[in-house]
């Protein structure tokens, strides 16, 4: 399960950091720390739960954006 999972997840991941670029003021420092947290959020909730990774990435949203 976590063999299957771990791909998917990386891929997951390298979309949503490629998906969304700095803002033209100079804040990537804020883009940056909000995709960690992203990462970190939904790596954890797939780890604890073992639910599915679109889940996971809509919870490590709601999360992050407090």
């Known amino acids: ?27 990537a ?11 970190l959020e939904a790596a954890k909730l797939l780890d604890e739960t073992g639910s599915n990774l679109d889940y996971a990435n809509e919870k490590a949203a709601e999360i992050c954006a407090k």
Request: net charge negative; aromatic share 6%.
């Open 29 to 39: 420092t804020d883009t940056d720390s909000y995709n960690k947290c992203l990462e």
């Open 1 to 27: 399960m976590k063999l299957r999972a771990l791909p998917i997840f990386a891929i997951a991941c390298a979309l949503i950091l490629t998906g969304c670029g700095a803002s033209s003021d100079g804040g």
